[in-house]
């Protein structure tokens, strides 16, 4: 079969090769999945820099990548309780090739008729909805979200309006047909060229209020400014860190507002889902399902093409999320 591999750890652009590797064997409570599509997202990338903990380290060499995906239930192992021809969205490693072998722990079954695109990153579904629960904001509040364009800001954003969040959306820039307020944002700050400093925009949109909330992935002089808009007992996100520049903020700037700031990781990141949490994900399948619930598609690639998806992904945040579809 066909899958994309790397025998060292370094940047994608330099270590991923298209390689020709056997079809995995099922161990007893593993299933072998084929594959349908996989999503190229930044978390990928950490993984094949070597840069996750354990147990997220690769085994090298000949490390298959990607970590999420969507596919179709081949085969089963010995206490594999699930059923062959089941669609399923994938929470393991090596979900860049046209087969994989998973615990079946690691699998989350879906409707037959849930959207490929969104099966295959429904991880970042999962994240945007416990990031807008961690944000603790009320109907009628201001949340701020960066990386407006990404993938999971926009699904904060949409998640948020439907609860009656007032969203201020950062992005770089406001591309044609991609305006975060179509998604649902009440307001859209374009940084490039932004006129007065971020902390007096802020206050302007919120009418003097501040911000209730701030779920940011980017970090950078803007995180300061955010936290400087703060209004009183702020709950800031952190779940990722897009600019290589640092913030400056006094311990006022957080003591005087009780600001709580606190990072976000996967909650599935080390341990799977369990019995109880069904309810949880038939919720958040449910909700994410509807026509009206959008992800930004950036394009669909074979396996062939890695190296165009890799630098896609890497060139052109905020376009769009690229898949391999096998």
Known sequence: MKAIVF??????????????????????????????AASISPGDFLFVG???????????????AGAHGIGIVERCG???????????????HGTWAEYVSVPADWLAPLPADYPIE?????????TAWDLLADANAQAGQWVAVTGGNSSLGSMVTQFAAARGLRVISLVRQIRT???????????????????????????????????NAVIDCVGGPAFGDLIRGAALH???????????????????????????IRAHGYRYFFSPSRSHDNGFLQEVIGASSAS?????????????DFTNAIEQTLSYAGGGKHFFRM
């Open 177 to 211: 047909g991609r305006d975060p307020r179509l998604l649902g944002a009440t307001e859209a700050i374009e940084l490039t060229g932004l006129s007065v400093p971020l902390v007096d925009k802020v206050r302007d949109l919120t009418g003097g209020d501040g911000l």
């Open 7 to 36: 025998d060292k750890i370094g940047a994608p652009r330099d270590v991923l090769r298209l390689a020709e590797v056997p079809v995995p064997e099922v161990a007893d409570g593993e299933v072998l999945v084929r594959m349908v």
């Open 234 to 260: 702020c709950q800031v996100i952190v779940y990722g860190g897009m600019s290589e520049e640092s913030f400056h903020l006094h311990n006022y700037d957080i003591l005087l507002k009780n600001v709580s």
């Open 78 to 92: 010995e206490g594999a309780a699930i059923r062959t021809g089941s669609l399923v969205a994938l929470d393991a």
């Open 118 to 126: 969104k099966g295959a990153q429904l991880f970042n579904i999962i």
């Open 292 to 304: 009206d619930f959008r992800v930004p598609f950036g394009g669909l690639h074979k396996l062939d």
């Open 50 to 64: 070597g840069l996750y903990p354990p147990p997220h380290k690769p085994t090298l060499p000949g490390q298959i």
